[in-house]
């Protein structure tokens, strides 16, 4: 290839990249604020988190559409192409953690109607503060292009699991001990089980790292914790 377009390629590469990491600064911050809203029972924190959403999906959309594009115009092999097939697979992620920031956020205006056990929401918060670190770190991992903090991201994913086996545990004995709690609590079980995915998703991101680094893929069986908590649905309105 001439210089002009190997100086055109890498700007394309770059392009890819810096969608990759708007849409990781807007998935963290959704994140937060939708732990946030949930935690103050601030229903315009809440709304905002969800209007933000829009503006992830549209992103992910352009990496998909513009990495179709190049892997079109350029025919790259090797490792030129996993960074294109990396950016499209970590794009889908971190729109699928919005949707699940977005899903919190929703259910913290339907409980700040019916505040009931504001301590309820402590393990809520441990469970974020984990996640929150496993999705920075595996963003970090992908700007770094680093295996090795990728990898530890995957291990970790566990520990979130595991506490979310707690949470499920203090919410059923919350909800045993007075039914007045059922509704309350079990917007709180599908939060926690939300949170969780978003563990799921930066595992996800986590193995791309590695592939996008080594070429390798990671063992199909991941470390998990128990899942006590079925499917949550989404929801609407």
Not at 192 to 200: A, F, L, P, V, Y
Request: with cysteine; proline share 3%; hydrophobic share 45%.
């Amino acid at each position: 290839m001439t210089d002009h377009i190997v100086k055109a390629y890498d700007t394309e590469l770059e392009g890819l990249g810096q969608k990759i990491a708007e849409m990781g600064g807007i998935a963290e911050k959704m994140l937060s604020d939708a732990m946030d809203a949930l935690s103050d029972f601030d229903i315009k924190l809440a709304q905002s988190t969800i209007n933000s959403d829009p503006r992830l999906d549209f992103l992910q959309r352009e990496i998909e559409e513009q990495a179709i594009l190049t892997i079109a115009r350029r025919q790259p092999l090797a490792v030129d192409l996993r960074e294109i097939i990396a950016t499209i697979r970590i794009s889908n992620d971190l729109e699928r953690v919005g949707d699940l920031a977005k899903n919190i956020a929703k259910r913290a205006i339907r409980v700040a109607a019916d505040v009931r056990i504001p301590r309820a929401i402590v393990g809520l918060k441990s469970m974020h503060d984990l996640a929150a670190i496993l999705l920075k770190d595996v963003l970090d991992a992908y700007s770094q292009r680093d295996a090795e903090r990728a990898r530890e991201v995957w291990v970790y994913d566990a520990d979130l699991d595991s506490l979310e086996d707690s949470v499920f545990r203090d919410l059923l004995t919350f909800m045993m001990e007075d039914p007045r709690n059922i509704s309350f609590c079990a917007h709180l079980l599908f939060c926690s089980k939300n949170i969780e995915r978003i563990g799921d998703h930066a595992t996800n991101i986590a193995e791309t790292v590695v592939y996008l680094v080594s070429g390798e893929t990671m063992p199909t069986d991941r470390p998990k914790g128990r899942g006590l908590l079925s499917e949550s649905p989404p929801v609407t309105g």
